[in-house]
């Protein structure tokens, strides 16, 4: 069974620095991963999705980039404000058989 | 505007009382899914449906059921609530599995079960 790791559970960091924020998962046969950003009381919003044939994916400060051989992805959020304090959670899938697992999530604070 | 929508986003319920919560989607997704999200657990998949007709447990299937009738709506049912399914809930879809396939969720139900 796929297990899905993100490591810190928690992070907090000035405004203006860079964010690094790690998923880790067992089986490297994946056919996706994704990132999503999760608000207090709020649903999933997909930020990036990177398929198993890509090595990274890019949108605005958004960075994220997949090791397969390693079994790591790190998500990368370019100088960093208030707004993007939430929780980031990555998900591995769904595979074939439609099983979608998700890491724990980092929740990220950002202080002005 | 392309969204998932549950229904109710609230809902205070007591042991036994059946009660759905429904799930529809406007992207003509073929894939739909649900998760419970409990603090310190994270996101766990109770049932998925890969099209109309077709539905699979998940990690945490026991005391839900799941129909796909058509292909907009995935409802969950649970048939007798217990205090352990209180949760907030999330249904999601996707145009498939496999690559490239952005995953969309709705806003999640919170359900109190006392």
């Known amino acids: 069974k796929q297990e899905v790791t993100q490591i810190p559970a928690a992070l907090s960091v000035p405004e203006g620095e860079n964010l690094v924020l790690n998923c880790s998962f067992t089986?490297?046969?994946?056919?996706?991963l994704q990132w999503f950003r999760q608000d207090p009381g709020k649903g999933l919003t997909s930020l990036l999705l990177?398929?198993?044939?890509?090595r990274e994916q890019t949108s605005g400060r958004l960075n994220a980039s997949l090791d397969k051989s390693s079994g790591r992805s790190t998500l990368y959020i370019a100088a960093s404000q208030p707004g993007d304090s939430a929780t980031y959670l990555c998900?591995?899938?769904?595979?074939?058989?439609?099983?979608?697992?998700f890491g724990a999530g980092t929740q990220v604070v950002v202080t002005p | 505007e392309a969204q998932v929508t549950q229904n109710p986003r609230y809902l205070i319920t007591v042991t036994g009382k059946k009660l759905t919560v429904t799930c529809s989607q406007n992207?003509?997704?073929?894939?739909m899914s649900w998760y419970r999200q409990d603090p310190g657990l994270g996101l766990r998949q109770i049932y998925y449906?890969?099209?109309?007709?077709?539905?699979d447990k998940g990690d945490v299937p026991e005391g839900y059921k799941v129909s796909r009738k058509e292909k907009r709506n995935f409802p969950l049912i649970l048939e007798s609530p217990s205090p352990n399914q209180t949760s907030l809930y999330f249904c999601?879809?996707?145009?498939?599995?496999?690559?490239?396939?952005?995953?969309?969720f709705g806003e999640g139900s919170w359900l109190t079960v006392v």
């Open positions: 999601a879809s996707s145009l498939g599995v496999g690559g490239g396939h952005t995953i969309y």
């Open positions: 992207m003509n997704h073929e894939y």
């Open positions: 998900a591995v899938g769904p595979d074939s058989w439609g099983k979608l697992q």
């Open positions: 449906s890969m099209n109309v007709e077709v539905t």
């Open positions: 990177i398929q198993s044939s890509q």
């Open positions: 089986d490297s046969a994946i056919y996706n």
